[in-house]
């Protein structure tokens, strides 16, 4: 398997006042789906299909990929109301799911645990802080993690990747990448660490 | 001792902090200690919000890809037959517009438009499924009381109510012997019926439901094969295997062919259009065939077989699966009985086709409902018209006799 490596990074970020506008357009369409509109099917999967796909084909072969995505907008138009516009945007909810749904296909074969609900009960954004305020923080220190990402080497990136997008435990990216175990361990806690720095949240032993 | 204590905190912190990675990769519980630890430590909380917004930062920085433009098509016929939220109860039937007909099937039923017929009957409910059991015919129908009834010269002569938890909604029955197994798909279960004297001798449960069924008999005994709407194939009470998944798929709509013959099991996968071909002892695969369209019945012919495709298509098929005849048809047939060179399909939103095999000529007569048609001995056939009750088509399409359906008094 050939692990391509990102390149262009697509930063974007989202004053609060965008972040608003967002959400209020998800809730609108949701709100439409709820009323069964196939026009707000035909919305959200024009505008969020490319994003699901391109996570669904990084983690599965072409064709479960594309059952997967098709699932992904049918379980939102049978259930829109699992969808919660105050916890995160309509994006982050479908890729949230998206790759909930191609880990529990990749984990078929591996006997493990499901990482989410079917509906993307953790979904990993707070319920506890609604509003869109904290969206837009959320978005932003999302942009900042995605900037530390690029600094890291691609040997990190990579491991990052296998190991918090695929779900790959740490012997597997050991194997895939042709490294000791030990060394996918020390990779991954460096790519943490490198994380927190940028976060602001190290703590003093690290660097030590 | 407060350096040992800060050095078993930091223990603690890393042994968390290694399993909150540990599930963020596999999924794994924390456990109960790392539960506790985590609902205390603001170290650890800060590494589970890590874990959580890199996740999710790593998912919106993914490349953007585009679907091949039919996967927006197929999700957009999937979602309009996927059930309404507040439907109840689950109806796997196609197509799905026939709910809206399911209802006027209802206000039909208060009239009487049937032609006058031969025979009367007493009490026929309102029919969906029929089954040919060598002599009498037994009718099942999705009335409120699910009820199962024989008939027998032109008239019903026993009928027995059915039980689910759920409305009953018949899709297929089949014959072994003195017994009929009938698909009740809302109530996710096979129902045997005993034909002489009428009574349910058994149920058996088939989780997600029943697609197809068929029943073969041979020297070892009778089995009855069937297909879950899942996707598993196996014999009722017995072994079974997965052919096909169709995870979180809307598995309303669904129905599947399952044939036993000339020592191969046949069963069609309709959502990829599959026939697979499987070994009917170890039910192991064959052979998979891609038939294109949504393949929804078999019927055996000699030397091959037929399969009718719900998107308007009858096709011959040879033993292998090859198709080797295809004719056209119009409307979405769902159901086929054949009788020598007559193959006749039912379509519910109102038509019944006749396709000679030979000529390939190809004709149609409306009625209201056609939910099911059987093949009967005579070379006639029997068909379910929802609403108003049995018609006898000849091979022509002409009726021969007609059993009204009596609606219910209050």
Redesign the interface.
């Given at each position: 398997m050939t692990w391509t490596l990102m390149a262009d990074a697509r930063m974007f970020s989202a004053a609060p006042t965008e972040s608003r506008a967002a959400g209020a357009d998800d809730a609108a369409v949701v709100a439409r789906l709820r009323q069964r509109d196939e026009t707000a099917l035909s919305e959200v999967y024009d505008a969020h299909a490319g994003a699901v796909y391109g996570v669904l084909t990084r983690m599965l072969d072409v064709s479960t990929a594309q059952e997967v995505t098709q699932d992904v907008f049918l379980r939102l138009w049978e259930k829109p109301g699992a969808f919660d516009p105050t916890r995160a945007g309509l994006r982050a909810f479908l890729l949230v799911m998206a790759r909930s749904r191609g880990l529990d296909r990749l984990r078929a074969t591996r006997a493990t645990t499901s990482l989410y609900a079917d509906d993307g009960a953790e979904l990993p954004l707070p319920d506890a802080r609604p509003g869109p305020v904290h969206g837009a923080e959320s978005t932003q220190r999302r942009e900042r993690i995605r900037t530390a990402l690029h600094e890291l080497s691609p040997a990190h990136r990579e491991s990052v990747e296998r190991a918090f997008l695929r779900g790959q435990t740490r012997e597997e990216i050991a194997q895939d990448m042709d490294v000791p175990v030990g060394t996918v361990k020390s990779r991954l806690n460096y790519a943490l660490k490198h994380l927190k720095r940028v976060l602001g949240e190290e703590v003093g032993a690290w660097l030590d | 001792m407060a350096g040992l204590n800060d050095n078993t905190h930091?223990r603690a912190c890393q042994d968390v902090q290694e399993q909150l990675?540990?599930?963020?990769?596999?999924?794994?519980?924390l456990s109960p200690a790392a539960r506790a630890h985590l609902a205390t430590c603001p170290?650890c909380q800060?590494?589970h919000?890590?874990?959580?917004?890199?996740?999710?930062?790593?998912?919106?920085?993914?490349?953007?890809?585009?679907?091949?433009p039919s996967?927006?098509s197929?999700?957009?016929d999937?979602?309009?037959r996927?059930p309404?939220?507040l439907a109840a109860p689950r109806r796997r039937w196609w197509p799905a517009a026939l709910g809206a007909a399911a209802v006027i099937s209802g206000v039909l039923a208060l009239g009487t438009f049937l032609t006058p017929s031969r025979s009367v009957a007493a009490a026929l409910p309102d029919p969906a499924v029929v089954v040919s059991a060598g002599g009498p015919l037994v009718v099942a129908s999705n009335d409120h009381a699910g009820t199962i009834s024989v008939i027998r010269d032109g008239r019903v002569t026993a009928s027995v109510h059915t039980d689910g938890a759920q409305t009953a909604w018949f899709t297929e029955g089949v014959r072994l012997g003195g017994h009929v197994f009938l698909a009740d798909a809302a109530n996710d279960r096979v129902l045997e019926v005993q034909t002489d004297p009428l009574k349910i001798v058994r149920t058996y449960p088939v989780p997600d439901g029943v697609a197809g069924l068929t029943a073969s008999s041979d020297a070892s005994g009778g089995r009855v094969y069937f297909k879950s709407v899942r996707g598993q194939v196996g014999t009722l009470g017995g072994a079974h295997v997965t052919i096909a998944t169709?995870?979180?798929?809307?598995l309303a709509d669904v129905m599947d062919g399952v044939l036993l013959l000339n020592g191969t099991l046949y069963v069609t996968h309709h959502l990829t259009g599959e026939l697979c071909l499987l070994d009917p002892d170890t039910l192991a695969t064959r052979a998979r065939v891609h038939l294109g369209g949504m393949p929804v019945a078999l019927s055996p012919l000699p030397g091959g077989l037929l399969a009718l495709d719900v998107t308007g298509h009858l096709l011959k098929l040879d033993l292998s699966g090859r198709v080797v005849q295809r004719w056209a048809v119009a409307g979405h047939p769902d159901k086929l009985g054949v009788n020598g060179d007559t193959a006749v399909l039912s379509d519910r939103g109102g038509t019944v086709t006749r396709v000679n095999l030979t000529s390939g000529q190809v004709t149609q007569v409306t009625l209201t409902h056609p939910m099911d048609v059987v093949s009967l001995p005579d070379g006639t056939f029997a068909v379910a018209e929802g609403g108003r009750g049995l018609r006898v088509l000849d091979g022509q399409l002409q009726t021969t006799d007609t059993i009204e359906h009596t609606p219910p008094t209050h």
């Open positions: - | 930091d990675e540990v599930q963020a990769t596999t999924g794994a519980a170290a800060a590494h919000a890590l874990l959580r917004d890199l996740d999710l930062a790593l998912l919106e920085d993914m490349p953007h890809v585009a679907p091949p996967l927006r197929q999700l957009l999937a979602a309009r996927a309404l939220p169709a995870p979180g798929m809307p």
